[in-house]
């Protein structure tokens, strides 16, 4: 599948359209990654991205493409789950829970993204993620205070 930007022109006055639009591109960057492919994470990544794994490593765009490229990250499946996107004005906050498979293996974290519009282009400028110390944490959800 060819990757291309995205120029939305969905904002601020179409919510929900960008809500999905914006779920749509986490799994196709998502999609890519597993394939081992970098070219949407080029484009997707701002230059002054900054990152941190669930390794509780510091990340930088040209980090992230190197990653992906060495292919040490290559999973079978990758699923979202408990994903929920907010939107803030032009900028969105990505929250939820990946599910990745590698043969009888499964890594889980929890992970939050900040994506902006820049221009009707979404663009990814911030994530962080990090691992459950067990698996029962996976699903646990912060009660409201």
């Given at each position: ?9 969905v ?22 990654r ?44 990758a ?67």
């Open positions: 599948m060819a990757t291309r930007r995205r120029k939305t022109g904002g601020v006055n179409d919510p929900q359209s960008a809500l999905d639009l914006l779920m749509r591109i986490e799994d196709e960057w998502m999609a890519q597993l394939r081992g492919e970098s070219d949407m994470t080029e484009r997707l990544l701002t230059d002054d991205f900054q990152g941190g794994t669930s390794d509780g490593l510091v990340q930088s765009k040209t980090d992230f493409v190197r990653f992906i490229r060495s292919g040490f990250g290559k999973h079978e499946s699923n979202h789950e408990h994903r929920h996107v907010v939107l803030h004005g032009e900028a969105a906050i990505s929250t939820g829970i990946v599910a990745l498979k590698s043969g009888n293996r499964e890594h889980r974290f929890r992970y939050l993204r900040v994506f902006v519009n820049n221009h009707g282009e979404w663009r990814l400028i911030a994530s962080q993620s990090a691992r459950f110390a067990t698996p029962e944490h996976a699903l646990a959800h912060p009660t409201a205070s």
